[in-house]
Nanobody, 126 residues
């Protein structure tokens, strides 16, 4: 059974930082990438970041480039999203999910709900 356990969300002021963690079990980093997408009610889901299977490449959305960094600790089967210089528009529920970076897609492919963790709320106050 695939389990992705996300943590690290919270309330932070503009310009602050948070680090999200996603602990994965039931899948191999050799076969699945892990990443994050975010959801705001009434808006389309936005893919934020993905680290590919085998951790050979990473994707970071233009909206967060230069501020967010994705990394992994294979020994802990955990992926991190370091979020710096947070803005109010970063406020969303962030979901950890299995993902893939595919050559013919501009953004990562995120697997279905069976491969998501529970969301974690990030709120950036101005």
């Amino acid at each position: 059974e695939v389990q992705l356990q996300a943590s690290g969300g919270g309330l932070v002021q503009v310009g602050g930082s948070l680090r999200l963690s996603c602990a994965a079990s039931g899948l191999s980093f050799d076969n699945f990438g892990i990443g994050w997408f975010r959801q705001v009610p009434g808006k389309e889901r936005e893919g934020v970041s993905c680290i590919s299977r085998g951790h050979t490449s990473t994707y970071v959305a233009d909206s967060v480039k230069g501020r967010f960094t994705i990394s992994s600790d294979n020994a802990k089967n955990t992926v991190y999203l370091q979020m710096n210089s947070l803005k109010p528009e970063d406020t969303a529920v962030y979901y950890c999910a299995a993902c893939d970076i595919l050559a013919d897609l501009a953004t990562p492919y995120y697997y279905g709900m069976d491969y998501w963790g529970k969301g974690t709320q990030v709120t950036v106050s101005s």
